[in-house]
């Protein structure tokens, strides 16, 4: 995963087509726990 992840976070790097397509693919299919954990960040952050 973090090698996926240096090599997607590549400034100098244009993302294709199925690579959008599969990140929107997993966000979808995580989506619940995102947000879950990104409401909990944001909560604990405004406090």
Request: proline share 2%; net charge negative.
């Amino acid at each position: 995963m973090i090698r996926l992840k240096d090599e997607l976070a590549n400034p100098d790097r244009t993302l294709k087509i199925q690579e959008i397509n599969h990140t929107i693919e997993i966000i979808e299919e995580n989506r619940d726990f995102l947000m879950e954990a990104w409401y909990g960040y944001s909560n604990k952050k405004n406090r």
